[in-house]
């Protein structure tokens, strides 16, 4: 008999925590940092490898109903290596200030949980540097817009005021490089970072 009582107090509390999670409507703010790696897809002529980078800056969430938008704000390295098939090699960094507007849910309460989410990304270049390793000339520029648009996917583990996100980011405008025949690609990005919650109401 007690078994089932502690049972029952317990489904209840759960099942309150969630709804109290999803319903109530609440407001979080924090900052993030992480690594980022970015890919141009490689074709029969370019072999396009993928770096690491960096991303650092502060994001909010308002929530309620079951769903929250998150906005963030933060500054992201994208490094990537161009290489063609004559041994002419461009270290490409570009560095960006990135704002994803994004809408999802969570499950779980007490702190712990996951979340699961979709949007858009405005990136907004402030430097757009490029090192060759030959040639000025013979080595391949890449058409780095100051402005590009992409979509980012992702989940995130909730760990009390902690939370460890893994997020995909497709680039929706196309960069520019090398002969025409190859001259356009979109930028993928993949993501892991660590996200603390500073303050929430």
């Known amino acids: 008999m007690k078994k089932k009582i502690l049972l029952t107090l317990t489904i209840c509390l759960v099942t309150i ?44 969430r308002v929530g309620g109903l079951g769903l929250n938008f998150q906005p963030e704000l933060y500054l992201t390295s994208k490094n990537i290596d161009v290489k063609d098939d004559l041994g002419n090699v461009n270290k490409a960094k570009f560095t960006s200030v990135d704002l994803p507007l994004l809408v999802g849910t969570k499950i779980g309460a007490f702190g712990f949980g996951g979340r699961f989410y979709g949007g858009p990304v405005l990136s907004f270049a402030v430097n757009k540097d490029q090192n060759y390793s030959a040639a000025a000339g013979n080595a391949v520029k ?44 979109r930028v993928s990005v993949f993501s892991l970072s660590l996200a603390y919650k500073i303050f929430s109401l």
């Open 17 to 60: 925590g969630m709804a109290s999670a999803q319903v109530i409507p609440s407001f979080s703010f924090g900052a993030k940092g992480g690594l980022n790696f970015s890919s141009f897809p490689s074709n029969g002529r370019y072999d396009n490898s993928n770096k690491a980078g960096y991303l650092a800056g502060v994001w909010a």
């Open 142 to 185: 890449l058409n780095y817009k100051d402005a590009n648009y992409g979509i980012q996917v992702g989940a995130g583990v909730d760990i009390k005021d902690f939370s460890v996100d893994l997020r995909y980011e497709g680039g929706l405008n196309k960069i520019g490089y090398g002969s025409p025949e190859y001259s356009h690609t």
